[in-house]
């Protein structure tokens, strides 16, 4: 301004400098203006950018400070997938890599950090770089959860989920104790299943071996050691298919055309196997059945089944079919010889109740002869001695009857053995009361050598064999002596019945056993029919009493009889038996109860008791019986008592009722019936049994000994 005072610019220039001056203030003026105002706007931006820095680092520290109080272990990756934080547990289980997880760090870079630690802990087929790409692949995934397994026999479960903005979160958690458990529990249910399998395995009849898919054996039961022949120490786990096979090669055979060879092509197969069958022999006396099987994970099952007695059995009818073939026509002639056995044997029948029959009917017509004759009105003596005669006849029809029913019972296989201790001494004194009285009638000199010897026998058998054979003696001995005793054995005695009779021809030894078959044809029916013998080799072979014969024409007889001794025991015979033997007769005065459906045995009964001066009480039934005792009112002293009464009444039954109203008083039973039943009925009730028909002195003795007793 001073200048454009002091210019004499006539012009002007100067003025006009002055007055662009004077702008350039004003515009200088006002750019300061604005300068200062946006230098205001400035300080008060980066006051509120500080606040917010203050701010934004307080949320990261808060941040920081809530991800480190999470268990696992926490880390973020932004989308640039680059490691914006983590905490101080991220990691943790790979110590050689924790320094170097660090913000900024790239994802891809961690993966393989990870992949590289010491600590981690990959499956013998996986390699690193393998893991890597697995790894990388799974992070594709918006979600992932697997497990690591590290050093120790320690696992981590890796989470890793994708954020909204495209980042990352990724969480470690510690699972080892559950994985622990879990392997623990897998563990005992695998060793529960292992077991129930073992179990299973050992239970079956069949010997089974398991094999995995490189032929290894991983199962087996102890069956298959057996029926292989193979010690149990050599069945280990893990040995090979081939060593097994091997060991068995010596001792087995493969039948139908198959081979070893076969087995291993069908083994060694890398394609699907077809289940395999086949047979073996193992040594000369054992067939298997062989089943093998693929399994799923293309190991395979061999089961061994004994088939030992099944192909023996099947072998067996084979020959069976074949020998039945061969015998067809030499059956047919046994078959033809069996019907001319059968027809002979018929006629053997039939000669049998010919000469029974012929038998029977000559005593019956003699005795029928004396009785006619005696109405003719004979003298006291004829009549005396004819009554004798029609005595034996009748005699000897009973005796007839009882061989009979003997040999009948002997032949059915039904009679009945009660085996006791039977004192030999005894048997030999009533079969000399018996036959003392024949022997002398024939001027023979009988003679018994007591015993003491107690025997295990039959009684009644042993009584019936003893019988015969003396009877026999006493009947084919004319002149000299028969002599009945014993001789002492090492557990046993012979029973020896000696005669110094005829004799009895080598050739005719065995026929005298047979029925009907007598030395001498022409002797009577009272004087036997030839059924002795037969009797008494029958039961010898039912007693189990050996039987010997020993004979020189015209000198005599022996016939023996072997029986075991009751060891250790002898019998002494009691003088008070011989005491009741003699109060045996006395029955005179005596009240006996008779009860016999049948009127003319009743009858017959009573005149005999009579005869004895015993007071007989008949009756015909056992209502009967009990109406006369009422209205006499007298207790008999004894009862005689039919088995079988009408109205399907016993007589025992009667013989109890009796008692129960009149008092205890002693019984007999006589029976027709032979059979056991009856007989362990009787025994039973404490009641004698006397069979018919009826002995007068064998009723008489019992009757003697109850009323004794």
Aim: net charge negative; hydrophobic share 40%.
């Amino acid at each position: 301004m001073m200048r454009v005072e002091k210019s004499t610019d006539a012009s002007g220039a100067a003025y006009a400098q002055f007055q662009r001056a004077a702008m350039l203030e004003q515009e200088v003026r006002a750019r300061t203006n604005d300068l200062e105002r946006a230098l205001e706007l400035l300080n008060d931006s980066n006051s509120r950018l500080a606040q917010a820095n203050q701010e934004t680092e307080a949320a990261r520290a808060d941040l920081a400070n809530a991800i480190e109080t999470v268990q696992e272990g926490f880390a973020l990756f932004n989308r640039d997938e680059k490691l914006v934080l983590c905490n101080s547990r991220f990691g943790l289980h790979m110590p050689d890599i924790k320094e170097r997880l660090s913000p900024g760090l790239r994802f891809v870079e961690y993966v393989e950090l990870v992949s590289q630690s010491r600590y981690l802990s990959l499956p013998k087929a996986l390699t690193s770089q393998d893991w890597v790409k697995r790894r990388v692949a799974r992070h594709a995934d918006d979600h992932v959860v697997f497990n690591v397994r590290l050093s120790g026999n320690r696992w981590i479960q890796v989470s890793e989920h994708r954020t909204p903005d495209g980042g990352t979160v990724i969480l470690q958690t510690d699972v080892s104790d559950i994985m622990r458990i879990e392997r623990e529990e897998r563990d005992r249910i695998l060793d529960d299943k292992a077991s129930l399998i073992r179990a299973t395995l050992e239970h079956i009849e069949q010997g089974v071996c398991i094999f995995d898919s490189k032929h290894r054996l991983i199962g087996w039961n102890n069956r298959a050691s057996e029926l292989l022949a193979i010690p149990v120490s050599q069945f280990q786990m893990g040995t090979q298919f081939k060593t097994l096979t091997n060991r068995l090669s010596a001792d087995v055979t493969f039948k139908d055309g198959f081979t070893q060879h076969d087995l291993l092509y069908w083994v060694n197969t890398q394609t699907e196997r077809e289940p395999l069958q086949f047979e073996m022999d193992r040594g000369r006396f054992k067939m298997l059945l062989v089943f093998a099987q693929e399994m799923p994970d293309k190991g395979f099952v061999i089961s061994f089944t004994d088939v030992t007695a099944e192909r023996k059995s099947a072998q067996a009818l084979i020959d069976a079919k074949n020998l039945l073939e061969n015998r067809v026509k030499a059956r047919t002639v046994e078959l033809a010889e069996a019907l001319s056995e059968a027809e002979r044997a018929n006629a053997s029948k039939s000669r049998f109740v010919a000469a029974a029959s012929h038998d029977l009917l000559q005593p019956l017509s003699a005795a029928k002869l004396y009785v006619a004759s005696l109405r003719n009105g004979l003298g006291e003596t004829d009549t005396h001695e004819v009554a004798i005669k029609a005595e034996s006849a009748l005699n000897s029809v009973e005796h007839i009857l009882e061989a009979l029913l003997d040999i009948s019972k002997l032949d059915s296989g039904k009679a009945a053995v009660h085996l006791s201790a039977v004192p030999v001494g005894e048997v030999f004194k009533q079969m000399e009361d018996a036959f003392r009285p024949v022997a002398k009638a024939k001027g023979l000199d009988l003679r018994v050598v007591p015993t003491t010897a107690l025997v295990k026998s039959d009684a009644s058998y042993l009584r019936r064999i003893l019988q015969n054979l003396l009877s026999n003696a006493i009947r084919y001995t004319e002149t000299g002596k028969v002599l009945v005793g014993v001789r002492r054995r090492k557990d046993a005695i012979s029973i020896e019945v000696l005669d110094s009779g005829v004799g009895i021809p080598a050739d005719q030894r065995e026929i005298v056993f047979q029925e009907f078959q007598r030395l001498h044809s022409d002797a009577s029916a009272a004087q036997g029919m030839g059924l002795g013998l037969a009797i008494v080799e029958r039961a010898c072979e039912l007693l189990n009493h050996p039987i010997h014969l020993r004979s020189k024409l015209g000198k005599g007889t022996a016939f023996s009889v072997e029986v075991p001794t009751v060891q250790g025991q002898d019998y002494s015979r009691d003088s008070s038996a011989e005491i009741q033997e003699q109060r045996a007769g006395q029955l005179t005065n005596t009240i006996v109860l008779l009860i016999e459906n049948d009127k003319d045995l009743r009858n017959a009964l009573a005149i005999t008791m009579e005869s004895w001066d015993v007071d007989v009480i008949e009756a015909a039934s056992e209502i009967q019986a009990v109406d006369l005792l009422r209205e006499i009112e007298i207790s008999p002293d004894a009862m005689v008592v039919d088995f079988q009464l009408d109205d399907g009444k016993t007589g025992t039954e009667a013989v109890w009722n009796i008692k129960a109203e009149f008092g205890s008083m002693p019984a007999l039973i006589i029976s027709a019936n032979r059979s056991l039943e009856t007989a362990e009925e009787c025994k039973s009730n404490g009641l004698t049994l006397i069979h018919k028909p009826i002995n007068d002195k064998e009723l008489k003795h019992q009757l003697s000994s109850l009323l004794s007793r």
